[in-house]
């Protein structure tokens, strides 16, 4: 029985060590941070979070993530996440989810999680990849509009170029007519001298 005891002051321990590592490394992270029970309730989260999500800790520390903020995060694809994914996998990387947040509005997130054995406490990762997103979009929509701009190109110089070409044989027709009217006054004028007329 006392072994029990013992074994359990251990395992307080180990759970207190633990939990100041995480405290400590979320704490000191640029990205927003919660740490969750098992039962998935908040155990703590980093000021990160409280920022970017207008939340504060009073409102934040002892409730199931799905019902933060008025159920903000009561996101399905992050259920499937966490009561899925999480449990078989103990991790998750780079996964996307889109939420519109009241008050906040839209945010695109990258989720990242692990599941620690020693505690079986999770910690989750989110990377606000909102305007990086936007970016991509608009230089995709760029890109596809100078994609566009250069087939309508292709097809009008298409259209084109014939009119180019009929141009240019005008433009070579006329060359030559110029020319040779410019070598028969010569010649007329040759002539002329030849023949003794004089000038008008």
Request: hydrophobic share 40%.
């Amino acid at each position: 029985m006392e072994n029990n005891k013992f074994h359990e002051i251990d395992n307080a321990a180990e759970r207190e060590i633990a939990w100041h590592y995480i405290k400590t490394f979320s704490d000191t992270a640029r990205e927003p941070f919660i740490i969750l029970s098992p039962d998935l309730k908040v155990i703590g989260a980093n000021e990160s979070f409280y920022k970017n999500f207008l939340v504060t800790e009073k409102n934040t520390v002892d409730k199931f993530i799905y019902d933060l903020g008025d159920g903000q995060w009561n996101i399905p694809a992050l259920r499937v996440l966490l009561e899925n994914i999480l449990p078989e996998k103990k991790v998750f990387n780079d996964f996307t989810v889109t939420h519109e947040f009241p008050g906040i509005g839209k945010k695109v997130m990258l989720l990242n999680a692990r599941q620690l054995d020693s505690t079986k406490q999770i910690l989750l990762a989110i990377e606000d990849i909102t305007l990086k997103k936007a970016i991509e979009e608009k230089l995709a929509a760029y890109v596809s509009g100078l994609e566009t701009a250069t087939d309508e190109n292709k097809k009008l110089m298409l259209r084109l170029n014939p009119c180019v070409d009929e141009l240019l044989s005008l433009t070579k027709a006329t060359v030559w007519r110029e020319t040779r009217i410019n070598e028969l006054k010569a010649e007329i004028v040759k002539l002329r001298k030849e023949q003794g007329f004089k000038k008008n």
